[in-house]
């Protein structure tokens, strides 16, 4: 059974308070109107992880953080690593996030490295894949996505594997307010799925979430999520907005 699970990334927004007061609303909008049939996932900066984590029941709210190092511990200066991560009450870790790849330079072998460590601390990595506009407009998008995939998740046994959420995430897409269309989106997550089956079998292709992200909002998401192989969203933007995002929690 897949879960259907929608994830705000907060990214490098909010104070500690405004972030408090973004989680309170969030939990109280929720539960005045539950979906109890959704994961709902925050994921705010680092250093908001413990406050937020108040506000988490970890029955359909949960925590994530927005990275983690590629390496274990030591002298790494600036890094958060995934045990100090699951230290402070998160469940999951976000992992390639295309403004990781494109700002910072992560490549497929460090993410790899970043899966690993995640699972070793018992974190669900939420791995993101997805091409730029030129691999877009040159056709380019289906090799891109699977080699992405492939160098970073492919080596994991079918047990950790079911442990990894994948997000969908066109370059293009993110904060752009060009969101793929309904379409766009289905073919690419029944293409990943495919690979998935193809490598691992149809039972745990059937069980791994694949999320869309990419200006996903209020207005779309229940279009973008009515897709088969749609299993809810990553959502940026919207997900500051308490109001827009429980109507994201509610469009499937
Ligand atoms: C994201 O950051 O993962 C994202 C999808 O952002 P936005 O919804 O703002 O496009």
Redesign the pocket.
């Known amino acids: 059974m897949r879960k259907k699970i929608v994830a705000g990334?907060w990214?490098m927004n909010k104070t500690l308070p405004e972030g408090i007061e973004l989680v309170k609303e969030i939990k109280e909008l929720i539960t005045k109107k539950p979906a109890s049939d959704v994961t709902v996932i925050l994921a705010p900066p680092f250093i908001h992880l413990t406050e937020v984590n108040k506000f988490v029941d970890n029955k359909q709210m949960f925590l994530s953080a927005q990275n983690c190092a590629s390496e274990a511990s030591g002298a790494y200066t600036g890094e958060v690593s995934a045990q100090m991560i699951k230290s402070v009450g998160a469940s999951y870790v976000?992992i390639g996030?295309?403004?990781r790849r494109g700002y910072y330079h992560e490549d497929n072998a460090i993410l790899a490295k970043k899966v690993n460590l995640a699972l070793e601390n018992g974190l669900s990595p939420i791995f993101?894949c997805g091409e730029n506009l030129a691999e877009r407009e040159s056709g380019k998008f289906f090799d891109v996505i699977k080699k992405e995939l492939a160098e970073s998740l492919f080596g994991l046994n079918k047990d950790a594997l079911l442990k990894v959420v994948i997000?969908y995430?066109p370059i293009w897409?993110?904060?752009?307010g060009k969101t793929a269309s309904p379409d766009q989106a289905q073919e690419i997550h029944q293409f990943i799925r495919g690979l998935l089956t193809e490598k691992y079998g149809r039972e745990l292709s059937e069980n791994i979430s694949i999320l869309y992200?990419?200006?996903?909002?209020a207005k779309n998401a229940k279009e973008l999520f009515s897709n088969h192989d749609v299993d809810g969203?990553?959502?940026?933007?919207?997900?500051l907005k308490p109001q827009d995002f429980l109507q994201i929690i509610h469009s499937f």
């Open positions: 990334n990214k976000i996030h295309s403004e993101c997000a995430e897409a993110i904060g752009t992200g990419g200006s996903c909002n969203g990553l959502i940026g933007g919207a997900s």
